[in-house]
Every structure is written in structure tokens, then in C-alpha cells.
């Protein structure tokens, strides 16, 4: 890159660096240390950022092939190879995102041997895959050139146009099955954003915002690289616009059009579905949901309509961006936003989520400026570049000194760089430094207030709202030992009574205390034969063979442990044990309602009112009652 940019270049290397620890990171602890993400909301910031709104600004691949290889229109050919090069970065950059999205990342290739014909995800994962692979065969040409292979990239040449007809193909299809994949939450989805014509928005968006990820490329290329390409040569009166803008311009105008049928189509909709009232209803959903129309389709529309701004490349290339930042904001709308009503919680990215989102940005960014400064990808002119670049080496400034003449090749920089995010990033983004989540704190085993156990102290330890329990005295009064399933509702296998703690271990969140793996080494031993091989044997003990190895479907708790989980208080032998609620909500849950039915019996009407058992509300209670009328 020319010497003025190369400050930008070192800012994507730090980027690119904190992605890298954050993919690290994210392979070896897991989604649930390195994310927030939850039941609730468990599509976040790779998924919907990177991977749903980064095909949708690579549409422009599509788009122009479209436009010159289909319609014909020759004037838009110089734009063919940039808007072919975003394509396959903006698929890459996804299909990496969403690799390190799913829980078992090294088994994203099950996805093609494995086929559900009847999932949404399975046609999109197809697709986005093979359109990655048109993507590069569109690409190759330019680099067997490159490599003086011309031989074979005259074959390629000659394939072009099915080549582009397929990926047309490929993109069309799977941008609108992005769209229905969200018609599977009628129940979920905001009313601003559900409707059955999803797909429909989704495609025309697209293909609208693409084509302005394309002219905001080329006007960005020639600010940086040859201003007159676009914004012509200010000494020179007669010709104020370079020979490019018209072709970027009339790019522009294509796109708004899109983008107004889009708007229509949309705000039609929504009037005729009776979902206007939740636009002026106020809320917050509301007002997201007119930010992106006006970023999407207002602002970029206005613009090219208004003359003075249509005939200016900043007018232009404003228009674009808009239209980039709404797409992005409408599927973040549609893909996360549109959720947290019904989820009832709010999700934001953790740092990792947020290094290597924008890592991966970062990334394609870096690829795409090395491409055009080393491949004939909008002109003729990289060479030219290379050869300016070592006739005129960078010159010594005193300033600088270290960081412009040590530091003067591209590999001393990176590296130091490298060196230097790295601390950075361990420091920052390692996830045993992460406060614990809301909810997640652990439950410490109860405390023995005397020698034989009699009471117990429970809850957080140290905390004024611990609970002393005189465990003796309710083993005593409610029929000594055969009185223990009345709290022990459910006893781990070969136990009898399973203290609270080891099933309900975090004070708010629920907690999986099904291991899968001890299960699978368990079952294994049972049958020597068949350790080498276990899992050929073993699935099959808990999985019906003819469904999805999945959690639904597994044979219930009962079904092996009917003699040694000893259920207590009438649990039916197909209840689902493999979550235990948070340990509040248990203790509540069984303290409360026996309190409430013993209270008339034992003549305590405050029985069930908290300070029974938190000693520090006794005294607000007796308050409020001797208040009462």
C-alpha cells in the first residue's frame, strides 16, 4: 500500500491479531465461556453480523455479473472483477464466522453428507458453499494470468457465463431462504419484522446494497489510489468528473431503484398485515426499525435523487454508505434486535464476540487491499505501483524514527504487531479474567454450624441474607429418615439423598448436569467388545436408530436408573432431569409451598413470609404487619 495508508494497514493488523486470540480463545474454552449467548438468544454477533448481513453485502458479485453477462450492459464490465473479489471475501468471511459459531466446529463438513432435506440451514449452508466455490473460480483467471498459466485461465474464460449463471443462481436461492429461516418464529420475531414475504425483503435488499458495496469500493479505490479515475483532475475545467463516475454513478441508480421497490414493498406490507401500529406505537423496536428504513432506502434514495449530490462522488459514495451501514442494521434488526422482546432479555457481545467479529473484517479487508495493489482487479495500474514502491524506499523520519525506518518492511511491522496484540489480547479478551455472568455465580456447599450437622447455614456464605437451617429438627418433626425424599426430590444414582448443591449449582441460571461423556465411558466398559468402537454400540443404547442423535429423542433418565435414582413426591418416570433450575428458584420452590400448607395446621401465619427463614427481612415484616389494618 502507498505510505499515507499504511497507518490504516497497521490498525487492521491489530484487528486481525485480536481475532486470531479471540478464535484461539473461542476453539478452547468453548461458546459458553467466550460468549453471551443464551437459551434465549443464541444467535449473536457471528452469526447475524458476520455471517447473515456479510452475504448480503457480497450480493454485488451477483448483482453486476447479472447486469453484464445476462443483460449485457458492457458499461459495468470494469466493475465485474471487484464486485467478483468482494463476493468471495464477503462468502469466506461468513463461512469462517460461521465455523466458529456452531458448538462443534470441526464438524461443519457433516452438513454435506448429512442431508436434511427438510431444514432451511442445510439449503443455505449448500449454497453459500457452492457459490464460495463459483466465487473462486471466477476469481482464478485473474491469478493463472498472474502466473502466466493462460491456457488454463482461457478455459475458465470460456465457462464464464454458466459459471455466472450458476452463482446467480446460488445467491438468489439461498438469500431467500435467509429470509424464511426467521418465518420459523411467528411467535418470536417482532411484528415490525415478521412477515411472510421475509424472503422477498431479504433478496431485494440484497441485491440493492450489494451493488452499493460495490460503488462505495470503487469510489474508496479511487480516493486512495487514482483520484482522477473518479473524481477528476481539478486543473482541468472542461472535464470536472473523472471518465469512471458516470459507470459508478448509473451503478448507484440501479441500486436505489432496488432500493425503493424494497421500501415499497416493505412499507406496503406492513400496512396491509395491520403491523403499522407497532410503528407508531413508540417503542424502541419502532424507532430501530425507521433508523434502518432511513439508512437502508431513505437517505440513499434522497441523495441520488437530489441532483447537486448524484453529480458529486461524495454525494454518491455517502449514499452507499448509508445504504451498507442499513443493511447491516436491518439484519442485525431481523436476526437479534427483533427478539429480545420475547426473550425477555437483552443480549450485547461479549470482547471476544467483538474481536473476532470485527478480526475477520479486519481480515477481508487486508486481502482485499493486497488484491488490488498486486492484481489487475480495477486496473492496469498495480504494476506501476510496485515499481514506484522500490525506486522510492520509505525515507527516514525523525519523529518516527523507530516505527518508519526499523520497522520500514511489512513483516518487521506485523510481527511487531503480533507481539504486541498478543499481550494485549491475553490480557483483555482471556476468559478466566471475565466477570461471571449474571445469574452464574456458583453455589458453595452449605456450612456446618456445629459438629453433627444438625444446622446448616445455606446460600451465599457471608451474605446477610444466608439462611441458618435447623436440618435436625425438620428431619424429626416430619418423620426422621423416611422424611428425606420431602426435600431430596431426586437422588443422584447410587445415592440417597443428594444435597441441593450438586444438581442446582449457580444461584440464578439453570444448569446442565447431564454428562454426556461419563455416560459414553460408562457404557463402554460395560461391553469390552466393543470399547475400541464404543460409540457404534452405545448411541444406540439411549438413541433410537432411525431418529437425530439429539437430546429430544434420547431415551428417558428412568428408562436405565429406575432402581438407583430413587424419585421422590410422585416424579413420573419420563420427566426431563437433564437441567436443574437455579438454586434460588429450588430452594424457594420447595421451602415455600410446604410452608404454606403447614402454616394453618401449626397456627403461624407468617410461616411462609421470607423473614421465616431469612432472619434479616424478620424485622421489615414485623413492621409491615403491625402496619397493616
Avoid at 581 to 598: K, L
Amino acid at each position: 500500500m502507498i505510505d499515507h495508508n499504511r497507518s490504516w494497514r497497521d490498525l487492521l493488523w491489530i484487528l486481525v491479531m485480536l481475532g486470531a486470540m479471540a478464535a484461539i480463545f473461542r476453539l478452547w474454552f468453548g461458546l459458553g465461556a467466550t460468549t453471551n449467548l443464551t437459551d434465549s438468544v443464541p444467535w449473536g454477533l457471528w452469526k447475524i453480523l458476520n455471517m447473515v448481513a456479510g452475504v448480503a453485502l457480497a450480493t454485488g458479485g451477483f448483482t453486476v455479473g447479472f447486469l453484464v453477462y445476462v443483460l449485457r450492459l458492457e458499461r459495468f464490465r470494469p466493475l465485474v472483477k471487484p464486485a467478483i473479489l468482494i463476493a468471495f471475501l464477503g462468502y469466506g468471511s461468513s463461512v469462517f464466522a460461521l465455523t466458529l459459531d456452531i458448538g462443534l466446529p470441526h464438524r461443519i463438513w457433516h452438513l454435506l453428507v448429512m442431508w436434511n432435506h427438510h431444514s432451511f440451514l442445510f439449503e443455505v449452508g449448500w449454497c453459500v458453499m457452492l457459490y464460495f466455490t463459483v466465487t473462486i473460480m471466477e476469481l482464478s483467471p485473474i491469478l493463472l494470468e498472474r502466473l502466466r498459466l493462460r491456457r488454463a485461465a482461457g478455459i475458465l474464460h470460456g465457462i464464464a457465463f454458466g459459471v455466472v449463471v450458476v452463482g446467480i443462481s446460488l445467491s438468489s436461492l439461498h438469500h431467500s431462504s435467509l429470509g424464511s429461516l426467521f418465518l420459523v418464529t411467528p411467535q418470536r420475531l417482532h411484528p415490525l419484522w415478521f412477515t411472510p414475504l421475509l424472503p422477498v425483503h431479504f433478496i431485494l435488499s440484497a441485491m440493492g446494497g450489494g451493488m452499493m458495496v460495490v460503488v462505495l469500493a470503487k469510489i474508496l479505490y479511487a480516493r486512495a489510489y487514482d483520484p482522477p479515475s473518479v473524481f477528476g483532475d481539478a486543473r482541468a475545467a472542461e472535464a470536472p468528473l473523472g471518465p469512471d463516475f458516470p459507470m459508478a454513478q448509473r451503478l448507484a441508480v440501479i441500486a436505489s431503484g432496488v432500493l425503493a421497490t424494497y421500501l415499497m414493498v416493505k412499507l406496503t406490507d406492513l400496512v396491509a398485515r395491520g403491523n403499522w401500529r407497532a410503528l407508531v406505537a413508540g417503542t424502541w423496536e419502532s424507532w430501530f426499525f425507521v433508523l434502518e428504513q432511513v439508512l437502508l432506502a431513505g437517505l440513499p434514495l434522497t441523495l441520488i435523487a437530489w441532483r447537486r449530490t448524484r453529480r458529486s462522488p461524495v454525494g454518491i459514495g455517502v449514499a452507499a454508505a448509508c445504504a451498507v451501514l442499513g443493511l447491516l442494521w436491518n439484519r442485525m434488526d431481523v436476526g437479534i434486535f427483533g427478539y429480545f422482546r420475547t426473550a425477555k432479555v437483552a443480549y450485547f457481545p461479549s470482547g471476544i464476540e467483538w474481536a473476532l467479529s470485527l478480526g475477520v473484517l479486519a481480515a477481508a479487508v487486508l486481502v482485499f487491499i493486497y488484491a488490488v495493489e498486486n492484481l489487475p482487479i480495477f486496473d492496469t495500474t498495480w504494476r506501476a505501483r510496485q515499481e514506484a514502491r522500490q525506486r522510492f524506499p520509505s525515507t527516514f523520519d525523525p519523529a518516527t524514527m523507530v516505527w518508519r525506518a526499523s520497522l520500514a518492511r511489512g513483516i518487521d511491522r506485523v510481527t511487531f504487531i503480533a507481539v504486541f496484540t498478543g499481550a494485549l489480547g491475553w490480557l483483555v479478551l482471556y476468559p478466566p479474567y471475565r466477570a461471571p455472568k449474571r445469574g452464574s455465580v456458583a453455589v458453595a456447599p452449605p456450612v456446618a454450624l456445629d459438629v453433627e450437622r444438625s444446622r446448616l447455614r445455606l446460600g451465599e456464605d457471608g451474605k446477610a441474607s444466608a439462611v441458618v437451617f435447623p436440618h435436625r429438627d425438620h428431619q424429626q418433626r416430619l418423620g426422621k429418615e423416611k422424611s428425606c425424599g420431602n426435600c431430596h426430590h431426586l437422588s443422584m444414582p447410587q445415592d440417597h439423598s443428594t444435597p441441593c448443591v450438586r444438581c442446582h449449582q449457580a444461584m440464578e441460571a439453570s444448569t446442565d448436569i447431564f454428562n454426556h461423556d461419563v455416560h459414553l465411558a460408562s457404557l463402554a466398559r460395560r461391553v469390552p467388545g466393543h470399547a475400541v468402537f464404543a460409540a457404534n454400540w452405545v448411541c444406540s443404547q439411549c438413541h433410537p436408530n432411525s431418529e437425530a442423535k439429539s437430546a429430544l429423542g434420547a431415551k428417558p433418565c428412568m428408562g436405565c436408573h429406575q432402581q438407583d435414582m430413587k424419585p421422590t413426591r410422585g416424579l413420573h418416570a419420563g420427566a426431563d432431569w437433564r437441567r436443574a433450575i437455579g438454586y434460588r428458584a429450588a430452594m424457594h420452590g420447595t421451602c415455600i409451598p410446604c410452608h404454606e400448607r403447614e402454616k394453618e395446621r401449626v397456627k403461624k401465619p407468617t410461616l411462609a413470609m421470607c423473614g421465616t427463614c431469612h432472619q434479616n427481612l424478620r424485622y421489615r415484616e414485623r413492621t409491615q404487619l403491625a402496619s397493616a389494618p
